[in-house]
């Protein structure tokens, strides 16, 4: 694991130990002081293994507890009463059963496939801001992974240029030297506010590898579902992944030819239908979250668009979002 993810996976546990530790008697009041206390254990042992040269299978585990206690310490600051380990009729088992003020929610948390992490560090290149010009409202994600020279830029701006012209949401171009060896990528990522292009740094290498492995994710927790009850997804993992998990929970996004444009725009955006929400399937979940595992960090709540305002969706609003 890189030294960056470690130094944030340490940040994290010592700022989730310091937050179960400060609030101890008052959550005690809250769930059973034993599970209190094992979490608490949990978060030591990691504390202990992020100071030793651990295997990436302990660092991954490590990764599942914080998540976890996240989830758990966001409960506990609201003044949620909790159950842990639930049992559904089925057999299957709710991580976080979560009541306040005669509202219950079930909450499920799922740290994110490996490939989605790990998070990276990186820049639009200076000398690719041209682009920008281009007047089509669309952001775009480049990644550029060697060092060029002049020559070899003015090739690839004209590449890009052209395909920025023309290139839709969800379309990918790929960069390549004189030689044809790959160098990096361009990704239309959705559509702009800005009225012109958008550079950001494409971060997540694996983004068409993440979406389906995310997907996945959200079946196994659907698949746990309390029924007849309001049930939460809680995924966590790496802040550059957000993108990839937005669109399995919501379908890829896409030019849509059967809605009208906002005014002054010629194109209508929206989403497809290869969403784990889309259409009507899988109509219990309508309530999922993606949080970053990083120290300071909050969720970010997805709601399902006709979504009925239940006790516990509106318990989930006040915790999550």
């Known amino acids: 694991m890189a030294a960056v993810d470690r130094r944030n996976l340490a940040e994290l546990v010592d700022s989730l130990r310091d937050r179960l530790e400060a609030g101890d008697r008052r959550f005690a009041a809250l769930m059973e002081l034993a599970e209190l206390r094992r979490f608490r254990r949990e978060l030591d042992s990691a504390a202990e293994l992020l100071a030793s040269r651990a295997s ?5 585990r490590m990764r599942s507890v914080c998540s976890e206690a996240l989830v758990l310490e966001r409960l506990l600051s609201a003044g949620c009463e909790i159950e842990r380990e639930v049992q ?14 005669g509202a219950v929610l079930h909450i499920h948390v799922k740290r994110a496939p490996r490939t989605a992490l790990a998070d990276a560090s990186s820049a639009v290149p200076a000398w690719t801001r041209p682009l920008e010009r281009a007047g089509r409202g669309l952001v775009a994600a480049i990644r550029i992974e060697r060092a060029t020279g002049v020559a070899a830029r003015r090739r690839i701006l004209a590449e890009c240029g052209e395909f920025l012209e023309q290139a839709t949401v969800g379309e990918r171009l790929a960069l390549r030297t004189s030689d044809g060896r790959p160098i990096g990528h361009v990704r239309i990522v959705g559509p702009s506010a800005a009225g012109r292009v958008v550079l950001v740094p494409d971060l997540s290498g694996s983004f068409d590898e993440d979406v389906p ?3 996945a994710t959200l079946r196994k927790a659907f698949s746990q579902f309390m029924p007849r009850a309001e049930n939460l997804i809680v995924v966590c993992g790496a802040q550059v992944a957000l993108d990839a998990f937005a669109v399995a929970l919501l379908g890829s996004q896409i030019e849509r030819w059967d809605r009208k444009p906002r005014v002054g725009e010629l194109v209508a955006y929206g989403r497809g239908g290869d969403g784990f929400w889309s259409g009507a399937m ?5 309530l999922a979250a993606y949080w970053p595992l990083v120290a300071g960090s909050g969720p970010l709540l997805f709601v399902r668009e006709g979504a009925p305002q239940t006790r516990g969706a509106q318990l989930a609003r006040a915790v999550f979002a």
């Open 56 to 60: 990436d299978a302990a660092l991954d």
């Open 88 to 101: 559904t009729p089925e057999g299957k088992r709710v991580d976080f059963r979560a009541r306040r003020d």
């Open 213 to 215: 492995r995310f997907q």
């Open 282 to 286: 899988r109509n219990q979940s309508r």
